[in-house]
């Protein structure tokens, strides 16, 4: 799991203050970008990262873009934490760390490459990231323990986790979701990249997941659907709530905005031609260049 701790460790958090802003890493910090600006870099640095000689897990870095943009750019405030449980989407995450300024942004150029600190998995002693990737399932675990922490603590920082809905398949997961149920934990949102594709098919033919909202429903949690592609929509069902654990099911398209990758199993992981490159960013309204920034 990997888990994004924005601002300091200590004092109380500030209302709607873009994550990552007062971290030592920025030197010069800039206003943060818009969710839809943050979103569109993401996607297209996506596309770089996949154009690579390692390629990217493309499909669920791209149908994830709008929810960690508004996360990062509109939402997370010093203190939060943000756990990405569905790790392999890490070039989406190396995008908003790059935007922030918490990791120079022409390192995203060397991604997954001999050398490079950008793994394929965020590793914890990435700027931003405290803890290195681990297997699917355990992220939902983390962000439970966070914010029983938070609450043993007397503190009221929001815990923030990003899970695949392959993972969900993972018998952790509902360990987790029970407990925090249980509890009753104010603070925590779960959202669920639920783009119904995973790397061996439609997860509804590898372990059916459906009905997902009555599922954390029995657990306890509060359950929002949403178009997990609808910025406002987005805005306001991630918002956690002071009575307990939040559930988000965000319905996505896998290799959104690029219409050869979207809805494709192919398009999990894939290692993009330079031609495909070009036209994947055409697709995206950007004019093609070199590098990733």
Request: proline share 9%; charged share 20%; net charge neutral.
């Amino acid at each position: 799991m990997a888990v994004a701790t924005t601002g300091p460790s200590h004092p109380p958090p500030q209302p709607h203050t873009p994550a990552g802003t007062d971290s030592p890493a920025r030197k010069d910090p800039a206003p943060a970008p818009s969710a839809a600006s943050m979103a569109q870099r993401i996607r297209q640095d996506v596309i770089r990262m996949a154009g690579g000689p390692e390629g990217a897990h493309v499909g669920g870095s791209l149908s994830c873009a709008d929810l960690v943009a508004v996360l990062y750019a509109e939402l997370l405030r010093p203190g939060d934490s943000f756990v990405l449980s569905k790790g392999h989407a890490a070039p989406a995450l190396y995008s908003a760390l790059a935007q922030l300024g918490l990791i120079p942004a022409d390192e995203l150029d060397g991604y997954a490459r001999p050398g490079s600190r950008l793994f394929g998995h965020p590793p914890y002693d990435l700027p931003g990231v405290d803890f290195a990737t681990g297997s699917l399932g355990h992220g939902l675990g983390l962000s439970v323990g966070l914010a029983l922490a938070e609450r043993l603590s007397g503190g009221d920082r929001h815990v923030y986790t990003l899970l695949g809905d392959g993972e969900l398949q993972e018998g952790s997961v509902w360990e987790a979701a029970l407990l925090a149920g249980h509890r009753g934990l104010p603070g925590l949102v779960a959202a669920v990249d639920r783009n119904g594709l995973q790397i061996t098919g439609a997860t509804e033919d590898c372990v059916a997941l459906e009905p997902l909202d009555a599922k954390f429903a029995a657990f306890g949690w509060q359950v929002r659907g949403v178009d997990g592609h609808d910025l406002a929509a987005l805005r306001e069902a991630l918002r956690p709530s002071p009575s307990g654990p939040v559930a988000v099911i965000a319905r996505t398209v896998k290799g959104r905005g690029v219409p050869f990758l979207e809805r494709r199993v192919a398009g999990h992981y894939a290692k993009l031609k330079p031609a495909l490159v070009r036209r994947a960013l055409a697709a995206l309204g950007r004019p093609a260049t070199d590098g990733a920034s």
